[in-house]
């Protein structure tokens, strides 16, 4: 099985940068999944981590380390519209993604 | 390119009733998942498809949950009978293959309130 874990709510201000941190325990690991949740709305993918390293699209980048069952979401340049529920998810094997709760984040003017 | 499709999309019914919720994933997809979220949560898998097989099923409570695939392309999701603490989004959602190196595409989600 696996065990996910990320705080429940940030804040950040219109323009900075957050780092949403996640840890995960698995029985199995095929990579790590980082998921966008506005209000009502479905998820939507955002990033891919399967190799150790950063990886970049745009404002955002998510980090991956393996041997540390540990990975960030880095938000650069934040819009208001970043105001989200973000969803760290890890996948093993031939199973469906495992995801964590979700982290709230506030973007504030 | 089309989305995954659910409906319906809102759906309100007392408890001890049945209720049905109808997916059909993105064109191609050979993997079809449905989730449960419930509010201030992130998603629980339900049961997972490949193809119009079952891959995993371990969370889904049997006793009054059903799901099938028959055709390998469309879905449905049931429950009879329904409890308060059904109430939730059921997320469809698919990928071109199974494991998890494949991105998952979720549909907008089927609300339900059991009342």
């Known amino acids: 099985g696996q065990n996910i874990d990320q705080p429940t709510e940030m804040t950040a201000t219109e323009g900075a940068i957050v780092q949403i941190n996640c840890t995960y325990q698995?029985?199995?690991?095929?990579?790590l999944f980082w998921y966008q949740q506005h209000a009502g709305e479905a998820p939507t993918f955002l990033s891919y981590?399967?190799?150790?390293g950063l990886e970049e699209k745009g404002r955002f980048s998510s980090f991956l380390s393996r041997s540390k069952g540990y990975s960030y979401l880095l938000l650069k340049e934040l819009q208001m519209k970043d105001s989200a529920s973000y969803l760290c998810?890890?996948?093993?094997?031939?199973?469906?993604?495992?995801f964590g709760k979700g982290t709230h984040l506030i973007i504030q003017p | 390119e089309a989305g995954v499709a659910q409906s319906p999309r809102y759906k309100i019914i007392e408890k001890r009733q049945s209720v049905a919720f109808w997916c059909n994933p993105i064109?191609?997809?050979?993997?079809l998942y449905w989730y449960q979220q419930i509010l201030g949560q992130g998603p629980k898998l339900l049961i997972q498809?490949?193809?119009?097989?079952?891959?995993?099923d371990s969370q889904l409570p049997k006793d009054r949950f059903s799901a099938e695939r028959l055709k390998g392309v469309d879905s449905t999701l049931k429950i009879q009978p329904a409890k308060l603490e059904d109430s939730a989004v059921y997320l469809c959602?698919?990928?071109f293959g199974a494991g998890s190196g494949n991105t998952i595409y979720f549909g907008e989600g089927s609300w339900l309130t059991v009342v």
């Open positions: 498809f490949q193809n119009n097989g079952v891959v995993d």
């Open positions: 981590n399967v190799l150790d």
């Open positions: 998810a890890a996948g093993g094997g031939a199973d469906g993604l495992t």
């Open positions: 959602a698919s990928s």
């Open positions: 064109s191609g997809h050979a993997t």
């Open positions: 698995t029985s199995g690991f095929n990579g």
